[in-house]
């Protein structure tokens, strides 16, 4: 398993923006299909997007397409998710988590896929 560690959490307005980061502590990140997740108060974890280890196009939860986007620095060894046009129902902890496994289509949505978590960041969005 590789240790993760998100930052980049925080309070911000209707409209706005925030990046997220997930960092890595080993070069072996860039071989893992990393997923972002994000459970709201009362609510179940939910799938917000991945990028696969075979770098093929991000794929997303419906109501963050357009809005969201997920990148990854492989110097770095650190995933992004760029998060616009931000709306309160957004507001949720969101965590990282990696896989060495490949996770095709609807397989990449199953939190039980991926074996490496980070701690979690808080996102608040409210006027």
């Known amino acids: 398993q590789v240790q993760l560690v998100e930052s980049g959490g925080g309070f911000v307005r209707p409209g706005g923006s925030l990046r997220l980061a997930c960092a890595a502590s080993?070069?072996?990140?860039?071989?893992?299909?990393v997923a972002w997740f994000r459970e709201a108060p009362g609510k179940d974890r939910e799938f917000v997007g991945v990028?696969?280890?075979?770098?093929?196009?991000?794929s997303y939860k419906d109501s963050v397409k357009g809005r969201f986007i997920i990148s990854r620095d492989v110097d770095k060894n650190t995933v992004y998710l760029q998060m616009n046009s931000l709306v309160p129902e957004d507001t949720a902890v969101y965590y990282c988590?990696?896989?060495?496994?490949?996770?095709?289509?609807?397989?990449?949505?199953?939190?039980?896929?991926?074996?490496?978590w980070g701690q979690g960041t808080q996102v608040t969005v409210s006027s």
């Open positions: 990028i696969r280890y075979s770098g093929d196009i991000p």
């Open positions: 988590a990696a896989t060495l496994d490949w996770v095709p289509g609807t397989q990449a949505m199953e939190s039980q896929r991926y074996q490496s």
């Open positions: 080993e070069s072996t990140f860039r071989y893992h299909s």
